[in-house]
């Protein structure tokens, strides 16, 4: 199993971000931390000592918790669960926030062994429009003492396609965080959320987004930028060394069993899903009275496949035809005329036995995924 804790703080909201998150004080973390652990505790009574193969803390901004809150989320997990030895813990940070003395010692300490910083740009004009509460120099600074803590794997969140970026400024963003020499990075395309201040500016006409031609290039040329850097593509937004991809990540995409602690947090276990409430008050009162989370759903087979469909598409590897036909009884339509298309136009490949995009493909990756469903689908309308 996977375990996910969100922590739901920040200390300003970001102009391009959705993601749940409060503002944080030492009192809504305190009352956060009771409810979290108490939700822990009732899962590993539900649960028993279920195997956890990874631990990821996300937020929000996790590391404005103090490391005694974090050890004793980390300590829970271990009473609760089967915290194995070798498991990958995980905690997203903002590099403002880990520069305070003795934190990121204490952070590997207590068995943090990976951390993911939300560096996002290393031009200051950037991350001042993206309302990022640290700059260039920052960044750089948590990068260098995250090494002196003795972190050997670290994760940079970058992004692209944003305002006022063109592509020889990503591509200078991208040589510099190379330069930093992580082990892994992610790096998204801009997404505008609705409700968010970037998203009112871009449509106010305040700021304007490159144009698509710019973000083609910009995705293109940055992958195999990186790729010649020696980090393998090996999903659509995640590059990483030789063996340093993220085990959490990589256990969505293979569809292991999951379960999210905190507000706003998502679980998988068995055939359920369900989130938790969004509000922290909410939320509390949920776990206070042990509650049934909201928006329950029971997972069918056919939408189990589906899912296995879209997230291993999502990855390097791709779709294993051996198991799609071990899991459906049936061959993978990879000759239909839909799919021909699909390979003639250069966005899907065959290989090793697996469907697997191509960069052009992962480009657009959710309206290929899209037609591969759809085909699925209609297969499965005339067997029925």
């Known amino acids: 199993m996977l375990l996910y804790v969100h922590v739901p703080f920040c200390v300003r909201k970001c102009g391009y971000c959705a993601f749940h998150s409060g503002p944080f004080s030492r009192e809504a973390a305190a009352f956060y931390m009771q409810h979290v652990l108490r939700e822990m505790a009732g899962w590993g009574e539900i649960l028993g000592r279920v195997p956890v193969e990874s631990v ?40 403002d926030s880990v520069l305070k003395s003795g934190f990121l010692d204490s952070l590997r300490g207590l068995g943090v062994n990976r951390l993911s910083l939300g560096v996002q740009s290393l031009q200051d004009d950037l991350l001042a429009m993206l309302g990022r509460p640290h700059d260039s120099r920052q960044a750089r600074l948590a990068v260098h003492a995250a090494r002196a803590a003795g972190f050997s794997n670290l994760s940079l969140d970058l992004i692209w396609g944003l305002p006022g970026q063109t592509h020889d400024r990503w591509m ?70 030789p063996g340093r991809e993220s085990r959490h990540n990589q256990g969505y995409w293979a569809g292991l069993e999951y379960l999210g602690l905190g507000p706003a947090a998502v679980s998988t276990i068995q055939d359920r899903r369900w989130s938790n409430p969004t509000a922290l008050d909410e939320y509390a009162g949920v776990v206070a009275q042990g509650k049934e989370r909201n928006e329950t759903e ?19 590897a791709g779709l294993d035809l051996e198991k799609f036909k071990a899991t459906t009884g049936t061959e993978f339509p990879w000759r239909h ?27 657009v990756s959710n309206s290929v995924i899209e037609m591969v469903l759809g085909i699925l689908d209609r297969m499965h309308a005339e067997t029925v």
């Open 172 to 241: 200078n963003d991208l040589a510099a965080a190379v330069e930093l020499s992580p082990e892994h990075l992610s790096c998204y395309g801009l997404s505008l959320e609705d409700g968010t201040a970037l998203t009112r500016k871009v449509e106010e006409g305040a700021l304007t987004l490159p144009d698509e031609e710019a973000g083609v290039r910009m995705y293109m040329d940055g992958s195999e930028f990186l790729e010649s850097s020696g980090y393998a593509h090996y999903e659509i937004s995640n590059y990483a060394r």
């Open 337 to 363: 005329p839909a799919v021909e298309q699909l390979r003639s136009s250069g966005l899907v490949r065959l290989r090793a036995g697996h469907l697997q995009l191509t960069r052009k493909g992962m480009l």
């Open 298 to 316: 029971v997972l069918t087979a056919r939408m189990r496949l589906q899912e296995m469909v879209m997230l291993t598409l999502r990855t390097g």
């Open 56 to 95: 990821y803390f996300g937020g929000g901004t996790p590391s404005l918790l103090e490391p005694g809150q974090i050890g004793a989320l980390l300590d829970a997990a271990g009473t609760c669960f089967t915290l194995g030895a070798d498991a990958e813990i995980t905690l997203e940070a903002n590099p």
